[in-house]
Nanobody, 125 residues
Framework: QVQLVESGGGLVQPGGSLRLSCAGSGRTFSRYAMGWFRQAPGMEREFVAVISWTSGSTLYADSVKGRFTISRDNAKNTVYLQMNSLKPEDTAVYYC??????????????????WGQGTQVTVSS
């Protein structure tokens, strides 16, 4: 029913920037939230940011607050993650995800039912 296609990952130097994109298809999103998680080698998948598809309300992990910005384009069913001031510890596979009951944004992974394939972000000098 829902397919998520991610793009924008790559290699960047510390202090640099990247913008990730995730395009949804398969149905018209309504009252959803779309967010980003990341997983580094040997680590658990962790919440990064989320935006309500309807209200635009956002929530960020403390580790990225002030550096990352999440946004949405309703016409394109696409969510973006603008990542600035990147640090080596931001290196991870970044996953797009959808919370079908996203009227209230949440960082709880169990609420997210649809996931993208992941895109690699590497921050290194």
């Amino acid at each position: 029913q829902v397919q998520l296609v991610e793009s924008g990952g790559g290699l960047v130097q510390p202090g640099g920037s990247l913008r990730l994109s995730c395009a949804g298809s398969g149905r018209t999103f309504s009252r959803y939230a779309m967010g980003w998680f990341r997983q580094a080698p040997g680590m658990e998948r962790e919440f990064v940011a989320v935006i309500s598809w309807t209200s635009g309300s956002t929530l960020y992990a403390d580790s990225v607050k002030g550096r990352f910005t999440i946004s949405r384009d309703n016409a394109k069913n696409t969510v973006y993650l603008q990542m600035n001031s990147l640090k080596p510890e931001d290196t991870a596979v970044y996953y797009c995800a959808v919370d079908p009951s996203g009227l209230l944004v949440t960082s709880r992974r169990a609420r997210y039912e649809y996931w993208g394939q992941g895109t690699q972000v590497t921050v290194s000098s």
